[in-house]
């Protein structure tokens, strides 16, 4: 399958770990995975502070990168800004653009997958050869659990991980505060579900917390680095992009 | 607009300012902050919130047709949205051929003084109250106490409230931030002849408000109610209730006042086997509740022989002329949605100035009162939230609360002209709409590296930013982007050795 691997704008600058996991483990899976290089972002963050005629560029941008006909998927190792290609981009499209656009947003968004969506649903592979021989809990980010339902895919995909010790983390679905520009408007509170859920974390033991959104881990690690907790995050690729090195095999 | 567009009807009226409370005195993230920082009511609020959320997950789940009736819920109040001005026509005959009154009040001001005329006018300075939101909304209470008229509260929950000079902070359980002890002190503190030794069980308490409550119910001729639903058809009004003192007040005085909101409308009576399945089970985790009252007009001889129905506006038309935020009006104030709001959770009701707090809150208050410019405390409620998408998971009529929000935040961005954010937005937008000028701002990103310095962890910015950094770290941008790893040698290099089915880091990641 000939798969375009959607950076995101965060994971591009900020997280490319998260990235090129993804590109290398679709790759080992036997696909052709291109990484087209006029992607910049979803929108996301324009349409949810309210910004809607100017994340139009952006969808546009996104339909044109990815509506390429010798693309058979798009993957994002973010459940939040595939959430946003297929809830808000037919919205904008609607309101501020072409016809033209709005069939190529459509069409484009019925290719586009969330990494463990993709593995699951279209690859039907749970078990992808990853080895993680680590103590490991699993936040389910808010956008990945209620606006795609990606249910519990994530877990099927880490449970086949060798070695993996997954513990399972408490009150999972409650919202770990990030929320975009909420963290920053409403940072007190923001700060409050923080503390909640790195508690949670930590009453884990876990020596990571994994998710499928860079963007809340960068919420959660933000917080267990200033409280130098020693947990660290890691993306739910890099974990099923881990393999035991032919050394220890 | 100008005097051209005669004949055009203008945009229905919002709540007026400085009627009723649909608006509070600080933005949400100021009134937040002090509810921040009182610990006892995040406890008691958590600890509430947690205990309804179980029960309700546990009584939904035993439904096996639950989300079909939530299908049929939403199906039902859409239909009433769609043709409401004719379904209030029919309700409206049916309560006066049924021998009942029946008022229009176009706003809090008209609602608060119709009340009080008909009050004035069976002679009474007193008046009964069943737990309302509407009531609360249009500030009824208060309005009433400025004409020498006292409301009580006989809800207990209401009565607690009152009692302690309060303010309500959730739509079902006003007194949520307060426990037993707090509430000891209130009722030994303003109940008349209340028993000095009085103990903070659940039982005492109720036994002590139960004994001042009887007293008011026995004596006072006025009553004064809200309604869950009020059916077209039959023009039939109805209550659900918990405790039986809203059941006392709709059938023991002479006078009986009831105000509803508009879109409370069910066409049939039929409807109501759906709603009250849906209503109790969201709310209080309940199959049924245990009170269900209804009246239709008046009945010579049996209950109130004098009913009037006062049909409140109050910016719903304005909710109903917005084609997005009209589904906001579909709401039934079960609460569901505030029970599993981690943001409602940590800060509370107050926060959101409103009669209507929490998700729905957030949405409902600046649909009916508006959002006047960027310092009306309105206008933070859309923002209020980290769409996180529980509440609409939790809503029994499926209203799309997080697209509602995001629709709001938009409507606010339009109305508040040039920003700050307004210009970040647009040039992040510019930078952003094409891969060249996208790579150049990332070059521009990897500055933050100074910044950052050697520990690799950026721990405080400038504002506005530095609400991030009061608490939390960033990490320093990566040295290399994506997409200059994906066009070097090395990305290259991996790549193909992925191909070949092997991971060239292996299990490294873990020891970085
Ligand atoms: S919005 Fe839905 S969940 Fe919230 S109070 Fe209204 S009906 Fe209940």
């Known amino acids: 399958m000939r798969v375009a691997l959607f950076a995101t704008c965060i994971g591009d600058t900020m997280f490319p770990d998260a990235a090129k996991a993804t590109a290398l483990l679709l790759t080992r899976l036997g696909h052709d995975v291109v990484f087209p290089s006029g992607q910049t972002c979803c929108g996301q963050m324009h349409v949810n502070t309210g910004y809607q005629p100017e994340a139009l560029p952006l969808v546009t941008n996104y339909a044109d990168t990815f509506g390429d006909i010798s693309i058979d998927a798009v993957v994002a190792p973010s459940g939040s800004c595939v959430g946003s290609v297929r809830h808000q981009h037919e919205i904008v499209a609607e309101r501020y653009g072409t016809a033209s656009l709005c069939g190529q947003v459509k069409t484009v968004k019925a290719k586009t997958y969330e990494l463990s969506e993709f593995l699951v649903d279209v690859l039907g592979v749970t078990d992808v050869g990853a080895y993680f021989p680590h103590r490991v809990t699993y936040h389910p980010t808010c956008h990945s659990l209620r606006m795609l339902r990606v249910g519990d895919k994530p877990l099927q995909l880490l449970r086949n991980v060798r070695d993996i010790d997954l513990v399972e983390l408490p009150e999972a679905d409650s919202c770990c505060g990030f929320g975009g520009t909420f963290a920053i408007k409403n940072a007190e509170t923001s700060t409050a579900m923080l503390a909640d859920k790195i508690r949670h974390v930590a009453d884990t033991g876990a020596e990571f917390c994994s998710a499928g959104d860079s963007s809340c881990l960068m919420h959660i690690g933000g917080g267990l680095s200033r409280l130098q907790m020693g947990t660290k995050t890691i993306h739910l690729a890099e974990i099923l992009a881990s393999v035991e090195s032919r050394v220890h095999a | ?156 929950a209401e009565l607690i409230v009152q009692l302690g000079h309060d303010k309500p902070s959730h739509i079902l ?37 139960r004994k001042f409550l009887r007293h008011k119910f026995m004596t006072t001729p006025v009553a004064i109610s809200g309604a869950n639903f009020g059916i077209a058809d039959t023009g039939t009004l109805t209550v659900v209730e918990s405790e039986g003192n809203g059941r006392m007040c709709l059938t023991l005085p002479k006078t009986l006042i009831t105000v509803m909101g508009i879109e409370k409308i069910l066409p049939t009576y039929r409807d109501l086997e759906v709603f009250l399945q849906l209503l109790p089970r969201s709310s209080t985790g309940e199959r049924m509740n245990p009170y269900t009252s209804m009246w239709t007009g008046v009945t010579p001889g049996d209950g109130p022989q004098e009913f009037h129905l006062v049909l409140l506006d109050n910016g719903r038309t304005a909710a109903l002329a917005d084609k997005i935020g009209r589904e906001a009006l579909n709401c039934i104030r079960c609460s569901a949605c505030l029970n599993v709001c981690p943001v409602y959770e940590r800060t509370g009701g107050h926060a959101y100035g409103s009669t209507y707090p929490g998700p729905i809150g957030a949405v409902l208050t600046p649909q009916l009162a508006g959002m006047h410019g960027k310092d009306d405390p309105n206008s933070t409620l859309p923002f209020a939230s980290t769409l996180c998408g529980a509440c609409f998971d939790a809503c029994p009529v499926k209203i799309d609360i997080p697209s509602l929000l995001v629709e709001l935040r938009h409507q606010k961005v339009e109305q508040s002209g040039v920003t700050a954010e307004a210009l970040a937005m647009k040039a992040a937008s510019y930078a952003m709409s094409s891969s060249t000028r996208w790579t150049a701002a990332q070059k521009a990103a990897g500055l933050g590296r100074i910044v950052a310095g050697k520990k690799g962890k950026i721990s405080t910015l400038p504002p506005p930013l530095n609400g991030w950094t009061a608490a939390r770290d960033i990490p320093a941008p990566p040295k290399q982007t994506f997409r200059s790893w994906w066009d070097s040698d090395e990305g290259r290099a991996a790549l193909d050795q992925a191909r070949r089915g092997a991971h060239p880091d292996s299990d490294g990641k873990a020891e970085k």
């Open chain 2, 1 to 156: 607009m100008s005097a051209v567009t005669l004949g055009l009807p203008s945009f229905p009226p919002r709540s007026p300012e400085g009627a009723g409370f649909l608006r509070g005195a600080e933005k949400f993230p100021a009134a937040a902050h002090h509810e921040l920082a009182n610990a006892q009511l995040r406890r008691n609020i958590g600890k509430a919130t947690h205990t309804i959320r179980a029960k309700r997950i546990h009584v939904t789940e035993e439904l096996p047709d639950w989300e079909e009736l939530r299908d049929a819920g939403s199906a039902i109040k859409t239909d009433v949205m769609a043709r409401l001005p004719e379904l209030l026509e029919q309700f409206e005959a049916a309560v006066i051929a049924r021998g009942g009154t029946v008022h229009w009040a176009a706003d809090a001001n008209e609602a608060n003084a119709i009340v009080t005329e008909l009050v004035k006018t069976t002679g009474s300075d007193e008046v009964i109250k069943v737990k309302s939101m509407a009531t609360q909304e249009i500030g009824l209470n208060e309005h009433l106490e400025t004409q020498g008229i006292t409301a009580y509260e006989t809800d207990l």
């Open chain 2, 173 to 209: 359980v006003p007194a949520i931030h307060r426990n037993r002890s707090e509430i000891r002190e209130i009722f030994l503190r303003e109940m008349p002849d209340v028993d000095p030794e009085l103990g903070d069980n659940p039982a005492e308490l109720a036994a002590a408000a």
